[in-house]
Nanobody, 121 residues
Framework: EVQLVESGGGWVQPGGSLRLSCAAS????????MSWVRQPPGKGPRWVSA????????YYEDSVKGRFTVSRDNANNTLYLHMTNLKPEDTAVYYC??????????????WGQGTQVTVSS
């Protein structure tokens, strides 16, 4: 019933840009803080970015700060991640997920299927 569907991934050369989208359904989207998580090949998932339900507070992992921008359109139930100056180490499957913090620990209750981002020459 709850669905998060990522799109916009693909191949790009180093220094290029991509914009990922996450379409949500089955939830009251505007009531949820949201996040982006990525999983590089052969590694576990790593948190990338988060945005509060109202869209006025954003957070980033240090390696993407200044290069990635998270945003949301609550009227359209959509989450975005605009990525610029992409590097080979950004190669990963990117997931959107609901985001909550319980006792100082991040929790991700709902996930999308992921979209592949490959950065190479």
């Amino acid at each position: 019933e709850v669905q998060l569907v990522e799109s916009g991934g693909g191949w790009v050369q180093p220094g290029g840009s991509l914009r990922l989208s996450c379409a949500a359904s089955g939830i009251t989207f505007g009531n949820y803080d949201m996040s982006w998580v990525r999983q590089p090949p052969g590694k576990g998932p790593r948190w990338v970015s988060a945005i509060n339900n109202g869209g006025d507070r954003t957070y980033y992992e240090d390696s993407v700060k200044g290069r990635f921008t998270v945003s949301r359109d609550n009227a359209n139930n959509t989450l975005y991640l605009h990525m610029t100056n992409l590097k080979p180490e950004d190669t990963a499957v990117y997931y959107c997920a609901t985001y909550t913090v319980v006792s100082g620990t991040a929790e991700y209750d709902y996930w999308g299927q992921g979209t592949q981002v490959t950065v190479s020459s």
